[in-house]
C-alpha cells in the first residue's frame, strides 16, 4: 500500500515539474534536437495564444523561426514585456531563441506563438494543428489540444 501511494505521489511529481525535471517525462515530439512538451492554445473567439515547453538537447543554438495553423490568417511569434510603470504588451519578435543545453517555456506571460486573426472560434476540447518552423531542426507540425484558460491580462 505504501508503495502504491509512493507510486502514485512521485508520477504526480513528474506531471508537474515537467519543465524542471529531464527524466521519466516524455517528449510530445521530438525533431532533431528538439524535445517538444506539453502543447496547448487558449481558447477564443478572435485571437489565439499557442505554448509548449522546448527543450534544446544539442550542441548547437536553435530559433523558432515562423509558425502557421489552418486556423488562422496569420500567426506571429511574440513576446510578452513588461512596460514601465505597470502593464504588459505583446510585442512581435522574429525569432524566439532555442539555445544550447537549455530549457525555453513559451507561457502566457512571455513568449507564445499568437494565432492572428482566427477563422473559427477556437473552444475548449477541440484540436488544432500547428506547424513550427526552425531555424536548424527544420519543421515539426503538432496536434495542440484547446484549453480554457484563466484571464489574466496579456497572452
Ligand atoms: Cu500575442
Known amino acids: 500500500m505504501g508503495r502504491i501511494l509512493l507510486a502514485v505521489g512521485i508520477g ?3 506531471v508537474s515539474g515537467a519543465i524542471a525535471c529531464s527524466q521519466g517525462v516524455k517528449a ?3 525533431v532533431g534536437d528538439l524535445e517538444i512538451y506539453d502543447p496547448f492554445a487558449r481558447a477564443s473567439h478572435e485571437e489565439g495564444a ?5 527543450r534544446n538537447t544539442g550542441d548547437d543554438d536553435d530559433s523558432i523561426i515562423a509558425a502557421s ?6 500567426v506571429e511569434l511574440h513576446n510578452t514585456v513588461a512596460l514601465q ?3 504588459m504588451r505583446m510585442t512581435p519578435v522574429e525569432r524566439i531563441p ?3 543545453r537549455a530549457w525555453v517555456a513559451l507561457s502566457p506571460g512571455g513568449y507564445h506563438i499568437m494565432l492572428v486573426d482566427l477563422k473559427e472560434e477556437l473552444k475548449a476540447g477541440q484540436k488544432i494543428t500547428v506547424t513550427i518552423r526552425f531555424e536548424r531542426a527544420g519543421s515539426v ?3 495542440v489540444p484547446v484549453v480554457e484558460l484563466m484571464e489574466e491580462g496579456g497572452h
Open 69 to 74: 495553423s489552418p486556423v488562422a490568417n496569420k
Open 28 to 30: 510530445a515530439k521530438k
Open 141 to 143: 507540425t503538432l496536434e
Open 50 to 54: 499557442v505554448y509548449m515547453a522546448f
Open 85 to 87: 510603470g505597470g502593464g
Open 12 to 14: 504526480v511529481l513528474l
Open 98 to 100: 532555442l539555445p544550447k
